[in-house]
């Protein structure tokens, strides 16, 4: 049985490449539906979700081997909360909300935190939207700003 390497595993592994040009071939190896829709969600401005900006309640999933992958065929649930799709409106908010936390429990625990990243609009600062742009041309048209660390000021900055 061949193993497939879940959304989460394909980000991390992307940013923990040394160069852009390394980053850009493989996420362009790795190039799937589920992976550029969790990618344009991530970087670009133009979409916004009907959700609560902080995290839900929810309980991990502790099945790592049951539910590896899953993610890829979860992806279908993203058009209930982006709120420029026409399937948001057909629910309620409770309703919308509900989904959204079964499928934070249901999915691997790493890739409930990236698609937690994703609703928060925060692109990984070594997987950047310039990056994904430059993998996927056209994909993002109107991309987020990318949040760095605050860490401690060098020395030569302190008075």
Known sequence: MAYTESLSEIVNKARKLETTDQKVAYLRSKKSKALLNILVLMCDKTFTFDLPSTP???????????????????????KYFVKEKPDSQKITRVRRENIFIQMLENIHEDDALLVIRMVAKEP??????????????????????????RGRPKKSEVV
């Open 56 to 78: 839900p309640p929810y309980v991990p999933s502790e099945l790592s081997n049951e539910n590896h992958g899953l993610l890829f065929r979860e992806t279908r649930k993203f």
């Open 124 to 149: 990984y600062p070594d997987l950047s939207p310039a990056v994904v742009s430059k993998a996927f041309p056209g994909l993002i048209n109107n991309p987020v700003e990318v949040k760095r660390g």
